[in-house]
């Protein structure tokens, strides 16, 4: 049962770490003391070496509706002729911290969207490693609709995602995105039946907290690489990260495993 004084609930099942957005009176959108409680319970995993999957999911029917825009310390003042807010502050103090919090983490981090994302809010899911959703779920860049960029890393991974046609009319258009709509485009990894999500996404973190978390982190960032390199770059790239990885334990684990025909255990080294 949520608890509705505690914007965060956090879970710990072995070494998969479940962070639950809990403000579904307003869809989970964010009020600074969810930010703090979301950072601050990113900052604390990143520096546990016994947390090896991250799952963000949401309480109630919502994933995460963006930014609270009832939040008085942000919202505007809509007197007319009152002074605007500095929102790029708040961009900067709270969203690029936990974009980058996330799009960093030392180990896989999964979105079970639950219900809808919007805003902030489905961008937050897009910064996660792997992102799973209800089929109910759905992804809406709200933004264009009150006069806004997609933040939170929406203009830098949209276009990657799903290239610049659909990325542009998910933009501009901010229409609702079923969740089967954003599989079939590659917004997302894959969407699974309503009642599944739950069991499918600890299946999913177990799977990913058995694998070498070195492996893992450095996929992703020779994905990120590649982006800024052309393909001799990203092969050289390739080269000094094998040969890193081939000097570990974890390499020599995991030919062993396959020729002894058992399960490999990682150590991370
Ligand atoms: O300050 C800044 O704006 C800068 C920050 C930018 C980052 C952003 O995230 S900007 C984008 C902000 N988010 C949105 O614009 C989404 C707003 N919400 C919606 O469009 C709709 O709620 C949804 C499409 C997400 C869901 O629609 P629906 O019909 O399923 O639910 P609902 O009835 O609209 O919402 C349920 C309740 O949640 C409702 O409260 P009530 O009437 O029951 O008391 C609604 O007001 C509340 N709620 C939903 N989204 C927000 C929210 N309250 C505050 N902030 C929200 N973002």
């Known amino acids: 049962m949520a608890d509705d004084a505690t914007p965060l609930l956090s879970r710990r099942d072995g070494a998969v770490l479940t962070l639950t957005l809990n403000r579904p009176q307003a869809l989970n ?20 070496a016994g947390v090896r999957c991250v799952v963000i999911t949401g309480a109630g029917r919502g994933f995460c509706a963006g930014q609270d825009l009832s939040d008085p310390a942000i919202a505007p003042d809509l007197t007319p002729g009152a002074a605007p ?24 981090v999964i979105a079970a969207v639950n219900g809808v994302a919007a805003g902030a ?3 937050l899911a897009l910064n996660c490693d792997i992102v799973l959703a209800a089929k109910s779920a759905s992804f809406i860049q709200a933004f264009s609709k009150i006069g806004l960029i997609p933040d939170c890393g929406g203009s830098w991974l949209l276009p990657r995602l799903v290239g610049r046609a659909n990325a542009m009319a998910l933009a501009l258009l901010g229409e609702k995105c079923s969740a089967e709509e954003a599989q079939r485009i590659g917004l997302i990894w894959r969407c699974v039946a309503d009642d599944a999500l739950a069991t499918e996404t600890q299946a999913l973190a177990a799977r990913l907290a058995a694998l070498p ?43 062993s495993a396959f020729f002894a025909k058992r399960a490999p255990v990682f150590k991370d080294r």
């Open 29 to 48: 959108s964010f009020d600074g003391a969810l930010h703090e409680a979301l950072i601050g319970a990113l900052k604390a995993a990143a520096g546990d």
């Open 85 to 108: 807010k500095d929102i790029g502050k708040l961009i900067e103090e709270r969203y690029k911290p936990l974009a980058l919090a996330i799009h960093h983490f030392p180990v896989p």
């Open 121 to 123: 809010g489905a961008n």
């Open 213 to 255: 978390a070195k492996a893992l982190a450095e996929t992703r960032r020779a994905f990120d690489n590649a982006d800024r390199m052309g393909l001799d770059g990203a092969l050289s790239l390739e080269a000094d990260v094998q040969r890193r990885l081939g000097m570990s334990h974890d390499y020599l684990e995991g030919v």
